[in-house]
């Protein structure tokens, strides 16, 4: 059964940083782009940043561009988001979600229904004074 589950969110001040993880079981993450999203209260469902099946390609959403750094970690299966000087704006429910790609070299999306085979349940980051 694929499976992956988000961890690190918490309550944090702004300018702070915290390391959000995205651990997969039942499949093995080198196969896969693995996607994260965020929803935020009220809001719609948007891409933050997604790494292909090689581990080379990375996209950012512009809104995190220079403070959010995608990173893998094949020997834990585990896909991180490093969220660096973080705003209140960035206080959402965080989810990963994953798509199997045998082409090691394609680009990855931050289109939310590309990611067909699997879904966290989130890990929340409240960014609040």
């Known amino acids: 059964q694929l499976r992956l589950v988000e961890s690190g969110g918490g309550l944090v001040q702004p300018g702070g940083s915290l390391r959000l993880s995205c651990e997969a079981s039942g499949f093995i993450t080198d196969d896969y782009a693995i996607g994260w999203f965020r929803q935020a209260p009220g809001k719609e469902r948007e891409g933050v940043s997604c790494i292909n099946s090689s581990g080379l390609g990375k996209i950012y959403a512009d809104a995190v561009k220079g403070r959010f750094t995608i990173s893998r970690d094949s020997a834990k299966n585990t896909v991180y988001l490093q969220i660096t000087s973080l705003k209140p704006e960035d206080t959402a429910m965080y989810y990963c979600?994953?798509?199997?790609?045998?082409?090691?070299?394609?680009?990855?999306?931050?289109?939310?229904?590309?990611?067909?085979?699997?879904w966290g349940a989130g890990t929340l980051v409240t960014v609040s004074s």
């Open positions: 979600a994953a798509k199997e790609d045998e082409l090691l070299f394609r680009v990855c999306t931050l289109t939310d229904n590309y990611y067909t085979d699997v």
